[in-house]
């Protein structure tokens, strides 16, 4: 699924999107797992916590459908110290600087207090899925 047409564009912009989710039969059998949700860290000291997460669903079936998508600005003029900090992370000397971390989360309650259960990770490398458009040397 690709993003509305009138979303901002690649050169000012970094799009985080979840369309799905796949559950594994560990999932869909363990009774912990109950509403889902998906978890990232991209550019935490420009965001709230609440925009580094999906909203959670119920686990019904196998494939989750989340359909999710946030903008994150990085223009030059108004937002140089992101755009800054993504320049930092795809040319890190080590190359692991421009993973983003995704972790699959059940929001399990607890004596009416919410509480997580992890039980899945994944990292998406900056560096095998940016815009064959944009340059490094743009950052």
């Not at 609440?50 to 019904?60: F, G, S």
Request: aromatic share 10%.
């Amino acid at each position: 699924a690709g993003l509305p047409g009138d979303w901002p564009d690649a050169e000012t912009h970094v799009i985080v999107a979840v369309n799905n989710v796949r559950l594994g039969a560990e999932a869909l059998r363990n009774p912990r797992v109950n509403k889902v949700f998906v978890l990232y860290e991209f550019l935490p000291e420009f965001c709230s916590d609440a925009d580094q997460r999906t909203h959670a669903l119920p686990k019904e079936e196998r494939l989750l459908t989340y359909n999710f998508a946030r903008a994150f600005k990085v223009d030059e003029k108004h937002n140089a110290e992101a755009r800054f900090a993504v320049s930092k992370m795809v040319r890190g000397p080590r190359g692991d600087e421009a993973l983003v971390p995704f972790c699959l989360v059940a929001d399990v309650e607890k004596g009416g207090e919410g509480d997580f259960y992890e039980f899945g990770f994944c990292e998406l490398d900056l560096m095998q899925v940016r815009p064959r458009t944009i340059t490094i040397e743009k950052l």
